[in-house]
């Protein structure tokens, strides 16, 4: 307590016993020992109050030892098993949390990972990917501004995630223990194979394959990939010392429509510890059509050029530039791109009036929107000479098809005649338009449907930099790729709008996400936020059968279906409310990436440790570790003074003490005639 606390508290006891003084004992006739008691009362009932105004405060110290801490991470996937450390991993994992003098200097905490971060001693050696990365950026979050350091317990081969070897905080010092054999053994190893997922019947695809060799001597390999029993194509591939790598292209037949699967194989008369890597499947889809699209315009711009781009990112799309009056049958195209129509595309609308093609139009400052009026009902616009930027606003309950926002917030403006664009007809609306920050409630891109007949509208030229601007966010053009590919097969499909949408992939790598998301729509074809969906799945080899619902998110409903075994799957979604149904099936590849490793990676997590000033050590090498943990100077316990304010009588017993006595004195007068 302050000095001036306890004046107070002096001053509050002289005033309680001066005003309890006379009050009862001044000028009293009988001066009894009730009179004496009533005063005292009166004392502590003043004096309690006078001390609730005061409210004094005490201050307490404690000293508290703050230990720094260290971080043991253990690699939880299933590599270590293939390398054969399991058993060693959990030993220096115990060596280093049992260890006494450790526990002394560290506050010692546990984790593992795989492809999650948790906090955990208990490891089963099952994680299907490896993410190094997850280690640096939980370990900053969960321990933000202090200085510790971490060992990890690992192979050092990750599978999944961002390098990790720059991903650790500098000034906190890793030391990596390598698990696994560090020596070079002979092995061969396809490490990566490139394939699309669609191919063209009576097409050739290219199959483009990464081999990789480690060893000390000349070798000669056989490169195979076949189908079934059958050899589809053969190469001879010769290593040596200094040339361990090599890049097989090869063009392979689509001869049969619909899923094909293929297996790629290297092979030596050497013998090899793991074998496992010599082999990867692979599989494609083999379309029997293309879809063929026309873009037609009248004037070059550079819009024409970044949707050829983006349409034929797809393989299955096949773009062809006509000017108006050079496009002879339309019947031979599946989709029609109308770019900033004006006059001089009478022939093409009447033309497509009997051809019945889906179209896309974009407009721009070049469009004849009076013209536009007359071919169209679905948006009737009303436009000036002077030219407006428009930026876009995305319809989160756009439910046409599945589309992501791609930060079309942030795409620069496009450029298009000032007016307006009123809804006429079935329009659903992608993107409004906003000019600046003023919203103005007209669509920007929107999707129309008349009869059966699908038509989208852009209304703003210079598309272009959209696409520009989704690279330089996304350092790809996939994102915006994918929004284009979109549209484009929402208008090559001439079917009816379906209440039940299901997107699967036809092929899946084991240990991958595998995941399927579904869309119901009512009657209207609004999205039904009270659908009742499950899915059924069968394995078509052990006709295991597994029910699961699915869950809501967002304007989705999904499963998620990690943990099957490689094989061949058929499945059927049903709507419990309404029976709806949809049948697929899809086929998940045998392929563990864990297993393609014969050694770990001793390179890159040195480069780890000495990036951050630590040190690498193999897994014999745990007793080096602790000495130097523990001699290590950058790592002292702190001393912590915790000062604690609290009031030196608790307000709720101090305010009942006042009530009792208070109570206490008026019984006592009252009993006593005194009132």
Not at 124 to 133: M, P
Not at 221 to 247: C, H, M, R
Not at 322 to 340: E, G, S, W
Not at 444 to 467: D, S
Request: one cysteine or more; proline letters at 2%.
């Amino acid at each position: 307590m302050t000095l001036n606390t306890t004046l107070l508290i002096v001053l509050s006891l002289l005033v309680a016993g001066i005003l309890s003084f006379f009050q009862y004992y001044y000028k009293a006739e009988n001066k009894s020992k009730l009179i004496l008691f009533l005063a005292f009362l009166r004392f502590i009932s003043i004096f309690g109050l006078l001390l609730l105004l005061i409210n004094p405060i005490i201050t307490k110290n404690s000293t508290e030892i703050v230990k720094p801490l260290l971080s043991v991470v253990v690699d939880n996937s299933s590599s270590i098993v293939a390398l054969n450390a399991d058993k060693t991993s959990v030993e220096v994992y115990q060596t280093l949390v049992n260890d006494k003098r450790l526990q002394e200097k560290f506050d010692v905490q546990s984790y593992r990972f795989d492809s999650e971060f948790q906090e955990s001693d208990k490891f089963d050696f099952k994680g299907t990917q490896t993410n190094l990365d997850l280690i640096a950026t939980n370990l900053k979050k969960n321990n933000r501004n202090k200085i510790f350091p971490t060992v990890i317990i690992t192979d050092g081969n990750q599978t999944s995630g961002n390098d990790y070897v720059y991903s650790f905080d500098t000034s906190n010092k890793v030391f990596p223990i390598v698990l696994g054999d560090t020596r070079k053994v002979f092995d061969l190893k396809i490490n990566q194979l490139n394939v699309n997922k669609y191919a063209f019947y009576k097409n050739k695809f290219p199959v483009e394959v990464f081999l990789q060799y480690s060893g000390g001597k000349n070798i000669s390999a056989d490169f195979i990939i076949s189908q079934g029993n059958s050899v589809l194509a053969k190469e001879k591939i010769e290593f040596t010392p200094s040339k361990k790598t090599a890049v097989i292209n090869v063009l392979m037949p689509a001869n049969k429509v619909g899923s094909q699967v293929f297996k790629a194989s290297i092979s030596s008369k050497e013998k090899e510890i793991n074998t496992y890597n010599n082999t990867k499947n692979f599989a494609i889809e083999v379309m029997d059509q293309k879809t063929n699209i026309a873009i037609i315009s009248s004037i070059n711009h550079p819009d024409i050029g970044s949707l050829k781009r983006a349409i034929e990112s797809n393989s299955q799309r096949k773009v062809t530039v006509f000017k108006p009056q050079d496009i002879r049958q339309l019947r031979d195209c599946d989709v029609l791109i109308i770019y900033q129509p004006t006059a001089e595309f009478k022939q093409v609308f009447e033309e497509n009036k009997s051809a019945g093609i889906n179209t896309f139009i974009i407009t721009g400052t070049n469009t004849d929107f009076s013209y536009l009026n007359q071919q169209q009902n679905s948006l009737e616009f009303k436009t000036s000479n002077q030219k407006e930027d428009y930026l876009a606003a995305f319809n989160s309950q756009f439910n046409l098809f599945a589309l992501d926002n791609i930060d079309f917030e942030n795409f620069p403006p496009l450029e298009n005649k000032y007016g307006t664009a009123a809804v006429t007809g079935n329009v659903s609306v992608l993107l409004y338009s906003k000019i600046r920050n003023l919203e103005t409630n007209s669509p920007l891109m929107a999707f129309g449907e008349t009869k059966g007949r699908r038509t989208a509208f852009l209304l703003g030229e210079n598309i272009w930099k959209w696409r520009l601007q989704s690279h330089v966010e996304n350092q790809s053009f996939d994102k915006f790729d994918v929004f284009i590919d979109k549209t484009i097969q929402f208008l090559a499909s001439n079917n009816s709008k379906k209440s039940l949408v299901v997107n699967h992939e036809s092929f899946y790598n084991s240990g991958e996400a595998i995941e399927i998301s579904v869309q119901y729509f009512n009657k209207n074809y609004e999205f039904d936020e009270k659908a009742r969906l499950s899915i059924s799945l069968v394995n078509t080899k052990t006709k295991e059968v597994k029910n699961y619902e699915l869950l809501k998110s967002d304007n989705f409903y999904k499963v998620n279906l990690d943990g099957l075994i490689a094989g061949n799957y058929k499945f059927s979604v049903k709507e419990l409310n309404s029976m709806t149904s949809y049948s697929g099936r899809f086929e998940i590849l045998d392929f563990d990436i864990e297993k393609q490793f014969v050694n770990p990676d001793f390179e890159k997590l040195k480069q780890l440790a000495t990036q951050t000033s630590g040190k690498a050590y193999l897994s014999n090498q745990v007793d080096s570790l602790i000495k130097n943990l523990l001699d290590d100077e950058d790592y002292k316990a702190i001393e912590k003074n915790n000062s604690a304010r609290t009031p030196l009588i608790d307000w709720f017993w101090l305010c009942l003490f006042i009530c009792l006595t208070l109570a206490a004195e008026w019984f006592v007068r009252k009993y006593n005639g005194l009132l």
